[in-house]
């Protein structure tokens, strides 16, 4: 099983930044993809940001150009930074890591606040 441990929500004004981290830990074998998803108050769970092995990282287009993700793959740890927050960037973003071992999986963290108001 993959443990997943997010940091760095808080409360921010808009137009600031933040940056998240998640660091993986238990069985690490088979793990090819990293990243961010956040679920809003009434709303379905959303991707916000991956980095798969092989190919460029993906982002919801809502975050294109505000949000980078980046990825440790040695240590199996990844990073959001959220630059020009919006009030509607409000929401609880969960780490996610996806891992293949004969079948595919995922793995999910217990999700950290991010809210954005003045």
């Known amino acids: 099983q993959v443990q997943l441990v997010e940091s760095g929500g808080a409360l921010v004004q808009p137009g600031g930044s933040l940056r998240l981290s998640c660091a993986a830990s238990?069985?690490?074998?088979?793990?090819?993809?990293m990243g961010w998803y956040r679920q809003a108050p009434g709303k379905q769970r959303e991707l916000v940001a991956e980095?798969?092995?092989?190919?460029?990282?993906d982002y919801a287009d809502s975050v294109k150009g505000r949000f980078t993700i980046s990825r440790v793959k040695g240590n199996h740890t990844v990073f959001l930074q959220m630059n020009s927050l919006k009030p509607e960037d409000t929401a609880v973003y969960y780490c996610?890591?996806?891992?293949?071992?004969?079948?595919?999986?995922?793995?999910w963290g217990q999700g950290t606040q991010v809210t954005v108001s003045s």
């Open positions: 996610n890591a996806q891992t293949y071992r004969g079948y595919h999986l995922d793995h």
């Open positions: 238990g069985s690490l074998v088979g793990i090819y993809s």
């Open positions: 980095d798969i092995d092989t190919r460029s990282p």
